[in-house]
Antibody, heavy 128, light 108 residues
Framework: EVQLLESGGGLVQPGGSLRLSCAAS????????MSWVRQAPGKGLEWVSA????????YYADSVKGRFTISRDNSKNTLYLQMNSLRAEDTAVYYC?????????????????????WGQGTLVTVSS | EIVMTQSPATLSVSPGERATLSCRASQSVSSNLAWYQQKPGQAPRLLIYGASTRATGIPARFSGSGSGTEFTLTISSLQSEDFAVYYCQQYNNWPPNSFGQGTKLEIK
């Protein structure tokens, strides 16, 4: 059974830092890209960042580029999100999600796809 | 960046009736679209991928259709547990990945 368990959320002051973790189990972690998605209170889903299975490729939303860093430790089956220079607008529940790769018959390549499993989320509150 | 627009924002439907939710992409995403269901206090759950393929364990009353820029999620006979927020997501070309703003399906 696939399980994703986030931790590390909490209350932090504007300008502060926080590191989120996502412990994965039930699948071969190193074989899959992973992603972070956040949801501000009462709002919709916003994609934040993604990382390849090897960790060699990383991707960010413009809203967090230069402030957040995604990483992974495949020996520990754990995904991370280092968040620096936090702002009030970063307040949200942060979810980690497992990315499916699929074969695109139009291009003949495997591509990053949808998110088939999600963690339960961890709340980050940025406030003074 | 591809912008996903869902309509309506809120849909009121009676149990047992059919619900039709729409999602539009700002440019073609082929059939590379997923739908998720989210209930209060819970993580999103994958319903549909490839615009029309149900995920494992998803009841047959959920169906997806469309391609290019116009997509539909249909729930054929609403059950009490189906009242939730639904999001579409394009994965044709990311990053950035993009979700619609959601449709809240509420009991009429």
């Amino acid at each position: 059974e696939v399980q994703l368990l986030e931790s590390g959320g909490g209350l932090v002051q504007p300008g502060g830092s926080l590191r989120l973790s996502c412990a994965a189990s039930g699948f071969t972690f190193s074989s899959y890209a992973m992603s972070w998605v956040r949801q501000a209170p009462g709002k919709g889903l916003e994609w934040v960042s993604a990382i390849s299975g090897s960790g060699g490729s990383t991707y960010y939303a413009d809203s967090v580029k230069g402030r957040f860093t995604i990483s992974r430790d495949n020996s520990k089956n754990t995904l991370y999100l280092q968040m620096n220079s936090l702002r009030a607008e970063d307040t949200a529940v942060y979810y980690c999600a497992k990315v499916v790769h699929y074969y695109d018959i139009l291009t003949g390549y495997y591509k990053r796809g949808w998110f088939d499993y999600w963690g339960q989320g961890t709340l980050v509150t940025v406030s003074s | 960046e591809i912008v996903m627009t869902q309509s309506p924002a809120t849909l009121s439907v009676s149990p047992g009736e059919r619900a039709t939710l729409s999602c539009r992409a700002s440019q073609s995403v082929s059939s590379n679209l997923a739908w998720y269901q989210q209930k209060p206090g819970q993580a999103p759950r994958l319903l549909i991928y490839g615009a029309s393929t149900r995920a494992t364990g998803i009841p047959a009353r959920f169906s997806g259709s469309g391609s290019g820029t116009e997509f539909t999620l249909t729930i054929s006979s609403l059950q009490s547990e189906d009242f939730a927020v639904y999001y579409c997501q394009q994965y044709n070309n990311w990053p950035p990945n993009s979700f619609g703003q959601g449709t809240k399906l509420e009991i009429k």
